[in-house]
């Protein structure tokens, strides 16, 4: 009994200095798991088999044109007379579009045909006579042969029948250089006269009746007077990088879409590559490439003008595995998380890519997810990340 004091004493301070103890290392605890790196919030998509194809796409908006499209003025300036379309009009192939005053070329017309008719007149009464002439020089002839008349009257009547010959073939002459001023006439009467050179649709027209219509004079560009178009068949111009141009041939799959029918794509082929480049600006050299669609009904109605992209699809693997293009750092890296949710660095053998998917040959497996989010303050290797639940995660 005398030692039991002593005894509760000392594990009164054993008590305590555990009870200190276990106060230190809840501080310390709460010390540490206030200090820790809170992980990053992360946009995480996983890797799967799938299609991925290489393309190229313009650099700058295309635009659709029309296959044919003519800038119609009269070659000569006059007063419109008649205006026969209005814009919006469809119209035949040859059809009267615009007349200007030629009442004077018309009167033009009338005299050289009149010209004709008299120089007709004058063909037939110069060969009547030539051919009345060499009849009585074949007779003259015959006479001279009997000895009825001198060698001196013979020779005279050929000759006069000669003579008579040359005025029919210039009576000739005459009649055609008649139909020839009737030709002239006609065409200089029709260069007031505008006629569409194909089917379409009259796009614009600068000018109203009784305005005066000038033509473009060489080197000063004049607005055309008619901006006819053929809607029925139109096609995409595209401008792509000079260094991509070696790459596009005609009859490559192409993907076309419009900002007139956006989150739409539609199926065309490379019909044209041009054989030149253009500077546009002192800084970029583009070669522009025609593309078609491959089924334009399924397209609905387009309007020549509207602003395209064309994507050339180079070459296609299917059933690949891919991992989203976003997610690649330079020297094609990636950020993967492991089961603690650390960040770890792979670095991948690759194949095809384009600016959604990129082909991985080695270095991922199907199911195994990576960092996307990559502009992120923090996102590094070594990083400690979750799933951002505000984003889509595929």
Known sequence: MPNAR???????NVFRALLVLAIVVVLAAGVWWAGRPKPIPVVLKTVDRGRVESTIANTRAGTVEACRR????????????????????????????IKLWNDDQQAQVLLAQAQVASADKH??????????????????????A????????????????????????????????????????????????????????VAKIVGELGEYSTPSPPGIPMPPAIDLIDESCLYVKAPMDEVDAPKIHAGQPVRISLDALPGRSFPGH???????????????????VDADFD????????????????????????????VPTSALQEGNRVLVPDADGRLTERRLKIGLSNWQYTEVLEGLAPGERVVTSLEREGVRAGAVVVADTGAAVN
Request: with cysteine; aromatic share 4%.
């Open 6 to 12: 002593p005894d509760t004493h000392s594990a009164r």
């Open 70 to 97: 003519a800038k119609l003025s009269t070659t000569l300036g006059g007063r419109i007379e008649v205006l026969a379309v209005k814009e919006g009009d469809h119209v035949k192939k040859g059809q009267l579009l």
């Open 123 to 144: 063909l037939v009464q110069a060969c009547t006579v030539a051919a009345n002439a060499e009849r009585d020089a074949k007779r003259q002839n015959e006479l001279r």
């Open 146 to 201: 009997k000895g009825f008349i001198s060698a001196q009257a013979a020779d005279a009547a050929r000759t006069d029948a000669l003579a008579k010959r040359a005025a029919c073939a210039a009576s000739r002459a005459d009649l055609a250089q008649a139909r020839a001023q009737v030709h002239a006439a006609r065409v200089d009467e029709s260069r007031t006269v505008l006629y569409a050179p194909f089917a379409g649709t």
């Open 270 to 288: 490379v019909k044209r590559v041009a054989p030149y480049v253009s500077a546009v600006e002192k800084q970029s050299r583009t070669v522009d």
């Open 295 to 322: 089924h334009p009904k399924a397209v609905g109605r387009l309007l020549v003008g509207y602003s395209a992209d064309v994507e050339v699809v180079l070459a296609v693997r299917d059933n690949v595995v891919r």
